[in-house]
Structure formats: structure tokens, C-alpha cells
């Protein structure tokens, strides 16, 4: 069982606390003979003019490296993986990847965290790890 982020607990309340059922913690994924684990499972029921529930898988990345850019080559590569695998075996579920505004602000609003959430399509989770507040949900 993979160790928790720093900002695990965090990320929780605040899909709770708009509306998300957390379903898996950790999410349990097996490919080829792979075992892996998204940090998070959670869906949502529909409201009455929408069909079916949403579905949601969260990968919560703390980037507190001296490297950002190594920081986000990890990420990239988990999220990558994990995109792969749930392409396969659940298409219905939307991968979402949860940052700190910090983080955001710096390396993913630069052109080089630009090209790699254009290039990639990455969803991502804002959250203000020093308010405890989500900030944005950016598909």
C-alpha cells in the first residue's frame, strides 16, 4: 500500500465537502499482472437532468522537491500510466490530478507546465493547502 501525500486527508474533506462520495482510498488498479493505486476513488450521483453518475479517480501531488520539474515528470508519468490503464478498464472514469495552489501558480501556469497539460490533457484540482479551501476544478 503506497504511503499517503501530505495533503491526502485534505483533498478528502474538501471532495466531500462538494458533494463526492469517496468510494476507494486508495483506487486499486490491476493491469498485466500490475498492481497500482490511485490515491482516490469518488463519484458523484447525477442530478435529476444529467445521466449517470460521475465517476472520478484523484492523484494528489504535494510537488515539494527542490526540482519542480522533476516533480512534475513524476507526476506526468503516474498520471500517464494511470490514464492508460483506466482508458482499458474503466473508460467512464475521469482522471483528475490534485495540486496545491502553489504549485499551479508556478510551474503549471509556466510554458513548460502549459505544453504538458495541453500536450497530455491533463484535469486538474486546485486546493489551498494554507486556507484548507479548493480553489478550482480545471478540465
Do not use: C
Amino acid at each position: 500500500m503506497p504511503a499517503k501525500d501530505i495533503y491526502h486527508d485534505l483533498v478528502v474533506r474538501l471532495l466531500i465537502e462538494e458533494g463526492w462520495t469517496i468510494t476507494d482510498d486508495p483506487l486499486f488498479l490491476s493491469y498485466g499482472g500490475r498492481d497500482l493505486f490511485v490515491d482516490l476513488g469518488a463519484e458523484k450521483q447525477a442530478i435529476a437532468a444529467e445521466k449517470g453518475d460521475r465517476k472520478i479517480a484523484v492523484e494528489i501531488k504535494s510537488f515539494l522537491k527542490p526540482s519542480p520539474v522533476t516533480d512534475l515528470g513524476e507526476a506526468m508519468g503516474q498520471y500517464g500510466i494511470y490514464q492508460s490503464i483506466l482508458s482499458e478498464i474503466e473508460p467512464n472514469r475521469e482522471l483528475y490530478l490534485a495540486v496545491p495552489k502553489r504549485t499551479y501558480e508556478t510551474i503549471l501556469t509556466e510554458k513548460l507546465g502549459q505544453l504538458v497539460l495541453k500536450r497530455w490533457q491533463i484535469q486538474l484540482i486546485v486546493f489551498d493547502e494554507a486556507k484548507g479551501e479548493s480553489i478550482e476544478w480545471i478540465p
